[in-house]
């Protein structure tokens, strides 16, 4: 088997703005980020579709022990995707003492990127998706 999807594709559609992810041609569902099988039913028949690039937070959490490259704190949240995959990210445009004051749980919001350099872990260069409130 091969990756249809590969962590580079996923990773410099991020860059062009696009959240590029595998929708499963046998259950319907979508799979972000790639596999090399769909993450519901196990399928490798997939195709690359790109995503609405907004969703829900479902849950978060201020972390204060941060990997290189990042500030603390930051606010780490899970969002499902109006698609259904959950992806992992960063709250942006909000400090964090100030997200415990909001309801952060069930707003939606908007996908993007940061491209963060100097990370030695992946050979000078990571990207993670960041959440805007819309």
Not at 22 to 48: A, H, M
Not at 90 to 108: C, F, M, S, V, Y
Not at 117 to 132: A, C, K, M, N
Request: hydrophobic share 30%; net charge negative; aromatic share 8%.
């Amino acid at each position: 088997m091969e990756y249809k999807l590969t962590y580079k594709q996923y990773y410099e559609g991020l860059k062009q703005g696009k959240i590029l992810g595998l929708k499963c041609k046998d259950c319907g569902e979508y799979t972000v980020p790639p596999r090399i099988v769909c993450q519901e039913c196990g399928s490798p028949n997939t195709e690359i579709k790109e995503l609405s690039g907004t969703g829900t937070i479902k849950t978060y959490t201020i972390e204060h022990v941060v990997p290189e490259g990042f500030k603390p704190p930051l606010i780490v949240a899970l969002v499902e995707t109006d698609e259904g995959p959950w992806v992992m990210g960063n709250i942006t445009g909000i400090e964090p003492e100030e997200a415990t004051k909001k309801d952060l749980i069930d707003k939606r919001v908007k996908i993007g990127h940061k491209v963060i350099t100097d990370v030695p872990f992946s050979g000078g260069e990571g990207i993670t998706l960041t959440f805007s409130l819309i």
